[in-house]
C-alpha cells in the first residue's frame, strides 16, 4: 500500500507510516503542499496511493468520481492499525471519526 499525506496533515505522519513498512510521502515532500485539491488526486491516481486527509472536500470527490482513489479521511485520533486491517479487507473510502 502506498499513501499520499494531504496538508491538513503533519509530514511526520507520513514518516510514521513510512517507518511502520509502507510508502507514505507527504505532499510537501512533492511540491504539492498548494496545490488544489484536484491535482492531488490525480497525483494519487497516477501513483496508485490512498489519500489520507482531513479534508472533506475529498470525500465530495471520492462521491462524484466514477473510479475514485482509496480515501482515508480522518475526523478523529490514531487509529491506525484499525485502518490497515481495513484497507486490507478491500475497503475503498474509511471515515475515521468520533
Given at each position: 500500500?502506498?499513501?499520499?499525506?494531504?496538508?491538513?496533515?503533519?509530514?511526520a505522519l507520513?514518516?510514521?507510516?513510512?517507518?511502520?513498512?509502507?510508502?507514505a510521502?507527504?505532499v510537501?515532500?512533492?511540491?504539492?503542499?498548494?496545490?488544489?485539491?484536484?491535482?492531488?488526486?490525480?497525483?494519487?491516481?497516477?501513483?496508485?496511493?490512498?489519500v489520507?486527509?482531513?479534508?472533506?472536500?475529498?470525500v465530495?470527490r471520492?462521491?462524484?468520481?466514477?473510479?475514485?482513489?482509496?480515501?482515508?479521511?480522518?475526523?478523529?485520533?490514531?487509529?491506525?492499525?484499525d485502518?490497515?486491517?481495513?484497507?486490507e479487507?478491500?475497503?475503498?473510502?474509511?471515515?475515521l471519526?468520533?
Open positions: 500500500m502506498n499513501f499520499l499525506v494531504d496538508a491538513q496533515l503533519p509530514p507520513a514518516q510514521w507510516i513510512s517507518a511502520r513498512g509502507h510508502p510521502t507527504h510537501f515532500d512533492i511540491a504539492l503542499v498548494k496545490a488544489p485539491d484536484a491535482d492531488v488526486w490525480e497525483h494519487a491516481r497516477r501513483q496508485n496511493a490512498i489520507i486527509s482531513k479534508d472533506e472536500d475529498f465530495d471520492w462521491l462524484l468520481d466514477q473510479d475514485p482513489v482509496a480515501l482515508i479521511w480522518i475526523r478523529r485520533g490514531n487509529l491506525w492499525p485502518t490497515l486491517k481495513r484497507l479487507q478491500g475497503e475503498r473510502l474509511i471515515e471519526r468520533e
